[in-house]
């Protein structure tokens, strides 16, 4: 029974380079959310997918960062033209079928975004 | 708006003795819910617990126990006869029960358990 997996666990990236950080959630869930970490911080919610469909992205940075989760295949974080300041901790979580904020959320064991 | 407190940003204890880990969280929702998780050093976090805002029953499990408190909008933790390996950030969350709604993290509380 895998959990939510997360790759790469370690990315680093020159400024100005496009990180993709994948997720794929608990087998079953259809309910995808990212949380960014940064250091020495809690987590900050950033977006809620469910398949095909952003539901909340009121965390998400406006600029440069996007976020997927297709009918097919993992979950997506993307983050152009990195900066300096998006270095952090990005976990991904997934809960099952309802997503209304009662379910519990189980996390990934994220991915460490360094930028150089 | 949500908002959730950890008023204790490290935490030290030496092996064996009892430690309560504080969370004190803000919601104008009549039905949210509360969750417990732990970082360890090597940085997943650990689902601990789920409680509902109806539920003030207390909880144990093995050597964790929750106190729920409305009254107090308070949602302790407390480790009896701490082990080294309790060592760890731990995080308290707030969920309304809104469609997509996120969850609210606590800043987190370092717990170091000494041998």
């Known amino acids: 029974n895998a959990g939510v997996m997360q790759n790469p666990r370690h990315l680093v990236r020159r400024r100005g380079q496009e990180a993709r950080l994948r997720c794929s959630p608990v087998?079953?869930?259809?309910?995808v959310y990212w949380y960014r970490q940064l250091p020495e911080e809690g987590l900050k919610f950033m977006v809620y997918?469910?398949?095909?469909?952003?539901?909340?992205e009121s965390g998400m940075p406006k600029e440069r960062f996007s976020a997927e989760f297709p009918k097919e295949g993992p979950s997506i974080l993307r983050i152009q033209q990195v900066v300096r300041g998006d270095s952090a901790a990005y976990f991904c979580?997934?809960?099952?079928?309802?997503?209304?904020?009662?379910?519990?959320?189980?996390f990934g064991p994220g991915t460490r975004l360094t930028v150089l | 708006a949500q908002k959730v407190t950890q008023a204790q940003t490290e935490i030290s204890v030496v092996e064996k003795e009892d430690v309560t880990l504080d969370c004190v969280y803000e919601?104008?929702?009549?039905?949210?819910?509360l969750f417990w998780y732990k970082q360890p050093p090597s940085g997943e976090l650990v689902f601990l617990i789920r409680?509902?805002?109806?539920?003030?029953q207390n909880e144990i499990s093995g050597r964790y126990s929750w106190n729920f408190q409305k009254s107090t909008s308070s949602f302790n933790f407390t480790i009896t006869a701490s082990q080294v390996v309790d060592s760890a950030v731990y995080f308290c969350?707030?969920?309304?029960?809104?469609?997509?709604?996120?969850?609210?993290f606590g800043p987190g509380t370092r717990l170091s358990v000494l041998p």
């Open positions: 409680r509902n805002s109806f539920d003030e």
């Open positions: 979580a997934s809960s099952p079928s309802t997503g209304w904020g009662t379910d519990t959320q189980y």
């Open positions: 969350a707030l969920s309304e029960n809104n469609y997509g709604q996120n969850f609210v």
């Open positions: 919601t104008r929702d009549t039905t949210y819910y």
């Open positions: 997918l469910q398949k095909e469909n952003i539901i909340d």
């Open positions: 087998k079953g869930h259809s309910h």
